[in-house]
């Protein structure tokens, strides 16, 4: 009895095995975007770089060639004033890699050193910014940034992009290698806190640092942190309610509700007291 003859199989088949194969993983921790063009259609400027790239998704746009500079002169400043090597820094951010690549959504073409590279490269830069911002005795003369006001604002800027940021975790494993005294002894969070309630208004005055257990992710998860309420409201905790389109201002005051204002700083903290909407203050 002749052998049976195994039958060709389909092109098509194998063709979309290969690419479920290549396909890339998606991972738990995935937090930091690209934003959809919906978004950024004729709001263009609020979501396009002014001065600085900061992670993977605009590092071959080969754009802001002065402040790649400035960012070699800061790793310098930071590795010499802390009695660190390059090679020791760039062996720490390579045991991240794997983790580090889980937090962005959207596929990253940079091989394994080029990666490296720009993890260490721009999460020195951040930690460098926060450092000066706080302790004016690391900005000299030659500083391009803090020297002009109109710069770090740009910085500003850009380091407040949701696709413009690098994993908290990396920079904070950085950041444990300074000296206490290097650094007055603050942590990461309550360093990143006062740079943020510095140069932006948006109610962080007198709100506290958030906890190690909060577990911040970015700059931009560190930001939303503060317009959250600080806690579920208590006689809601564990209630469900039906999704509803919320009534118009109009329509609440026909039904007779009162708007009133209050002192809290975190905008997201509206309370409905008897008849009154009670609704944090926007102004300064």
Request: aromatic share 14%.
């Amino acid at each position: 009895m002749l052998p049976a003859v195994e039958k060709p199989r389909d092109q098509v088949a194998i063709l979309i095995e290969g690419k479920v194969r290549e396909m890339p993983s998606f991972w738990p921790d995935c937090c930091i975007y690209k934003v959809p063009q919906r978004f950024r259609r004729g709001n263009e400027e609020f979501y396009e770089l002014l001065v600085v790239s900061i992670g993977p998704y605009h590092f071959h746009q080969g754009s802001f060639p002065q402040m790649q500079i400035f960012k070699l002169k800061y790793l310098e400043a930071f590795l010499s004033r802390n009695h660190l090597s390059l090679d020791q820094c760039l062996g720490l951010v390579r045991t991240w890699e794997e983790m580090a690549r889980r937090y962005y959504a959207d596929p990253i073409d940079l091989s394994s050193d080029e990666f490296a590279e720009m993890m260490l490269v721009d999460a020195i830069f951040v930690l460098e910014l926060l450092l000066r911002a706080r302790f004016s005795k690391y900005v000299d003369d030659c500083d391009r940034i803090y020297g002009k006001l109109r710069m770090i604002q740009d910085v500003l800027h850009d380091v407040m992009l949701i696709e413009n940021q690098i994993p908290f975790f990396v920079l904070q494993g950085l950041y444990d290698l300074v000296d206490g005294s290097s650094k007055g002894n603050l942590k990461l969070v309550e360093l990143t806190h006062a740079f943020f309630k510095y140069y932006v208004t948006f109610g962080v005055g007198h709100l506290p640092v958030p906890g190690v257990d909060h577990g911040v992710q970015h700059f931009v998860d560190f930001i939303r942190y503060y317009y959250l309420p600080p806690r579920p409201r208590e006689d809601v905790y564990n209630e469900i309610y039906e999704s509803l389109i919320p009534p118009s201002v109009t329509m609440l005051d026909d039904a007779g509700v009162k708007f009133a204002s209050t002192s809290k700083t975190f905008l997201l903290d509206i309370q409905f007291i008897n008849r009154d909407l009670v609704i944090p203050n926007f102004s300064r």
